[in-house]
């Protein structure tokens, strides 16, 4: 569970750096996902979860 809660913690981390230092940048890329279609925003995000999960199979073996 600790290993949980610090990576939900350096999600905050990131994302809290990402709106402090590029704003206006991350304003324009939300403008621009509203352009995207439901399913390829879907798709992306598994995709990226699919990922995230072999990543940490790999790292944790």
Known sequence: MT???????LVLVIEGLFLAILPHRLR?????LEQIP????R???LV???L???CVWLLRG
């Not at 324009?28 to 621009?32: D, G, P, Y």
């Not at 439901?38 to 925003?41: E, I, V, Y």
């Open 3 to 9: 290993d949980f809660l610090t990576a939900l913690a």
């Open 48 to 50: 990226a979860a699919g």
């Open 38 to 41: 439901p399913d390829h925003l």
């Open 28 to 32: 324009q890329i939300v403008a621009m």
């Open 52 to 54: 995230g999960v072999f």
């Open 43 to 45: 798709l992306g995000g």
